[in-house]
């Protein structure tokens, strides 16, 4: 295969090899100016052709690399590489290059992670896997306070960098919403696991009990598991054990995989959502429109969570450069047919129906 260098890419623009550096790397000099209209049609150029910067020569030569890292779990749900695919696309939008780095439930893989960034000439970090059961301490210990590195979603009171997801609005509207259905005997399916985002679901759970003076939402804990046929296993055991034994009438599900699958195992013991029972996922992922009903979910805005945990690290890596964010990110709820009234589903029916005929209309609390 032949390596496309920078000469190539300046040759195939019609500029000098300089200018094209100036353009690729969003740099200018005393001497060089490249104009944004010529920067754009030579980093085209340079895209098609399949240029990619020589990192180990700009190491050398003590420039940036312009190299953002990312650490994310091998195990990850689907949303977590939604994060990643905006975080990528941002990236290379004002040009860095990703490199990423995968560990599993182990705080020291994410150390020997971020430690092998470094080595490869990544200016700032970004981690998406940080919070193991048990290990909670060993993170804060090594990375509270560090410099260009910022977390997704860091807990409450740590000394770390990185957007918050707010979901206590949307929980509390998918709660109201759930209420107004007059479900009484609500359960929520949550991961066996002690970590952070369970943890602020479960403090939200708490207020809108004590507010609405209803009983705190029982739980069904499953072990975490991208395995099909698990999850099919352990939502028809809690279809059966938990949710028809407990004659519960909604539920809220930890995310909509899993979600799916016991929406499934429900139908399958004869149960219909949502008259008999409402369900409630996590993610709004792409297939919720998809399936029979239509799931209702909890948004969290993955593309807004990985532009903004990228903006907070280019702060931090271009401290003269204008990269506002708010750093807060407040989840929705998204209602569908799961958990919808018959009379709230004739009535979204209807207005599909008088829009394209496409399209599902979703409502959004």
């Not at 890419?9 to 100016?33: D, E, F, Y």
């Not at 990544?122 to 306070?145: H, K, M, V, W």
């Not at 479960?202 to 705190?216: K, T």
């Not at 429900?266 to 029972?277: C, F, K, R």
Request: charged share 20%; aromatic share 6%.
């Amino acid at each position: 295969m032949t390596i496309v260098k920078l000469a190539d890419v300046a040759r195939a623009a019609g500029v000098s090899t300089a200018a094209a550096s100036v353009a690729l790397n969003h740099s200018s000099t005393k001497t060089i100016r490249v104009t944004a209209e010529t920067a754009l049609r030579i980093q085209k150029i340079a895209q098609s052709l399949g240029y990619v910067p020589n990192i180990s020569a700009k190491r050398l030569s003590g420039k940036s690399a312009r190299v953002i890292g990312v650490i994310m779990d091998s195990h990850a749900v689907p949303s977590a590489f939604e994060v990643l695919q905006a975080i990528t696309q941002g990236a290379l939008a004002v040009g860095y290059q990703v490199m990423v780095s995968e560990v599993h439930n182990s705080i020291k893989g994410v150390s020997r992670a971020y430690q092998e960034l470094l080595r490869y000439g990544a200016d700032g970090t970004i981690c998406l896997a940080y919070d193991y059961p048990g290990q909670r301490e060993d993170f804060l210990n090594e990375f509270s306070d560090l410099k260009n590195f910022v977390v997704l979603n860091p807990i409450a009171g740590a000394r770390l960098t990185g957007p918050v997801i707010d979901v206590r609005g949307a929980l509390e509207e998918a709660m109201n919403h759930l209420k107004a259905r007059n479900c009484d005997r609500i359960g929520c399916i949550i991961p066996d696991a002690q970590v952070w985002d369970i943890e602020q679901r479960m403090e939200c759970f708490a207020a809108w009990s004590e507010a609405n003076d209803r009983p705190f939402p029982e739980c069904f804990k499953v072990e975490f598991s991208l395995d099909r046929s698990w999850i099919a296993e352990a939502m028809k055991r809690c279809a059966e054990t938990f949710v028809r034994a407990g004659k519960l009438n909604a539920i809220l599900v930890f995310n909509d995989l899993y979600a799916a699958y016991c929406c499934n195992a429900l139908q399958t013991l004869g149960l219909s959502i949502p008259d008999d029972v409402a369900v409630i996922g996590w993610d709004n992922s792409a297939f919720c429109e998809t399936l029979t009903p239509p799931l209702s979910s909890i948004d969290c805005n993955t593309r807004e969570q990985g532009n903004t945990a990228l903006r907070l690290l280019l702060q931090q890596l271009n401290p003269e450069g204008h990269f506002p964010c708010e750093g807060v990110i407040r989840a929705r709820f998204i209602a569908r047919e799961s958990s919808l009234k018959k009379q709230e589903k004739r009535s979204a029916s209807h207005e599909s129906d008088q829009n394209s005929g496409h399209t599902p209309k979703q409502k959004e609390v």
